[in-house]
Each structure stands twice: as structure tokens, then as C-alpha cells.
């Protein structure tokens, strides 16, 4: 199972916006870098019940998509190619 916390990157360094307490030390972590800019989620339609209803849709299969083994979609057309090409 998966655990996100939000967290800014200063001098080569990750500082965390909290403490996770369900996470042993030397737990592997990825890291994904956001856009600094908020997303205005309203600009693009979605109310705060909407955005609340992804969350959880999302939920469902956040498990799954944070699996390492999904690294093999990360170049997916890419590979689709090579596999065609032969």
C-alpha cells in the first residue's frame, strides 16, 4: 500500500509537510516533481464535490498504478514500436 504526502524540494533535499507514521525507515520512496503552479480546478469545470468524487474514483486503483512493475507504461508507444518493428 502506498502512502503520499506532499513535500518542496530545497538545496537537494526533500523536506516533507508532515511526518508519515505508518512508514518503516529505508522504505523506498518516487518522487515526482509538480508543476509549481496550482491547478485552478475550478477554471476547468470542477466543483468541489467533483474533485472530491475523483479523489476517491482515483483511490480505487492507486495501489495498482503506483506498483513498479507499471514502469513498463511509462514509454508505452515507444515500446508498442519496437515490438512492431520486429
Known amino acids: 500500500m502506498s502512502t503520499t504526502i506532499e513535500g518542496v524540494y530545497h ?3 526533500i523536506e516533507l509537510s508532515e ?3 505508518d ?17 485552478d480546478l475550478r477554471e476547468r469545470g470542477i466543483d468541489e464535490a467533483q474533485a472530491a468524487n475523483l479523489r ?3 483511490a480505487t486503483f492507486a ?3 503506483e506498483n513498479p512493475e507499471m514502469s513498463i ?3 508505452y508507444d515507444e515500446e508498442k514500436a519496437k515490438l ?3
Do not use: H, K, L
Open 23 to 39: 512508514v518503516c525507515e529505508g522504505t523506498r520512496v518516487v518522487v515526482i516533481f509538480m508543476p509549481s503552479e496550482a491547478i
Open 73 to 75: 507504461y511509462d514509454n
Open 56 to 58: 476517491a474514483r482515483f
Open 84 to 86: 512492431q518493428a520486429r
Open 63 to 65: 495501489e495498482d498504478w
Open 19 to 21: 511526518t508519515p507514521s
Open 11 to 13: 538545496n537537494g533535499e
